[in-house]
């Protein structure tokens, strides 16, 4: 009976993933833009969007301020969900913790600080 039941549960395993492939592999979405630059001293960036207007850019590397040093990563990412609205979540992760920003005047990409 258990024997029967582990095939049952693999056919069916099967059976949802092979009607979920059209989706997957029938993406029309090309990348539209894409960079990244890794200084090697520990500093980077990247970024992308799709043909769809799904977008991600981050950059990070080692904060250095008066008394403060440590790692931060400030980036943003943006996609249309299925009803045609926009979606943006701006965030900053340092020695606080991750911050998601709404204010997009804090937020500013070639921070000077970060070497």
Known sequence: MAKGGHICLI?????????????????????????????????????????????????????RTKGNNGLIVRGEYGYLDPSGRNHIVRYIADTNGFQPEIDEQNIRFNDRRII
């Open 11 to 63: 056919v069916a395993v099967l059976f949802v993933t092979m009607e979920n492939l059209p989706k997957v592999l029938g993406s029309t979405n090309q990348i539209v833009k894409y960079a990244y630059s890794n200084n090697g001293l520990g500093t980077y960036s990247f970024e992308f969007k799709t043909s769809d207007g799904t977008y991600r850019k981050e950059e990070g590397g080692f904060l």
